[in-house]
């Protein structure tokens, strides 16, 4: 699972750093908001932990930002702020949890475990884009309320872009989160496998749900 951690003391960052890779976590760091703000709209964290306080950017302005491109990665505040109207402005923007420093590791690492476990659970829930449906227990997928039938690769594609709809997907994304792992530049495999996939989702269908965004790769979204 990747973190990602935007908090601009360099002393906090590295704790926090340590003691999640300790545990096993992929953890990334920013040390600013607007770097904070394009790592996280640019990679997929299963999880961010955001400071308040930010140069550059705040973190409740990242966090409107995250919450406005419909980006639903679990978000934990970390503020120095602890009075009441501070962490209701909080979660009231799209923060699911907070945590006031300073705080001690176990903490934090209570309240990630806590939220992944929610988003996790969240995860097993039925996925619905437009007509589309998908349920992610058993793959079984629906346009329509009709069954479509996929293959094991597609339906990860698809799921892909169901947890990650109205934003531009790039190949190396779809290779990364797919296929585990990043192709050579020259392989169309994944331009083969969004058209079997198109061929099933959108044929027939009155409208189309992946398009092509020229030279950088695929979205999933209504037609205008
Ligand atoms: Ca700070």
């Known amino acids: ?39 996280a709209l640019t990679n997929n964290y299963g999880l961010i932990i955001l400071d308040w306080m930010l140069p550059k950017r705040d973190g409740i302005n990242i966090l409107k930002e995250l919450r406005a491109q419909k980006h639903i990665t679990p978000v934990l505040m970390l503020t120095a702020k602890n009075s009441v109207e501070d962490i209701v402005t909080g979660l009231e923007t799209g923060s699911d949890d907070y945590l006031v420093k300073p705080f001690a590791f176990s903490e934090l690492l209570a309240r990630v475990r806590a939220l992944i476990r929610r988003s996790e659970m969240d995860r097993g829930a039925e996925l619905r884009f437009a007509d589309l449906k998908i349920d992610p227990v058993t793959h079984k997928v629906w346009r329509n309320e009709e069954e479509i039938d996929l293959t094991a690769k597609e339906y990860g594609l698809l799921e892909y872009f169901m947890r990650n709809p109205n934003q531009v997907l790039t190949r190396n994304m779809i290779a990364d989160h797919v296929w585990d792992y990043t192709f050579d530049s020259f392989t169309n495999i994944i331009d083969v496998y969004v058209n079997y996939l198109r061929k099933k989702i959108d044929k027939g269908a009155p409208s189309k749900l992946i398009h092509t965004v020229r030279g950088v790769g695929y979205i999933l979204k209504e037609e205008n």
């Open 1 to 39: 699972m990747k973190v990602l951690v935007i908090e601009d003391e360099k002393k906090v960052a590295s704790f926090i750093k340590r003691g999640l890779e300790e545990e096993k976590f992929e953890v990334q760091t920013a040390l600013d908001g607007e770097e904070g703000l394009s790592m």
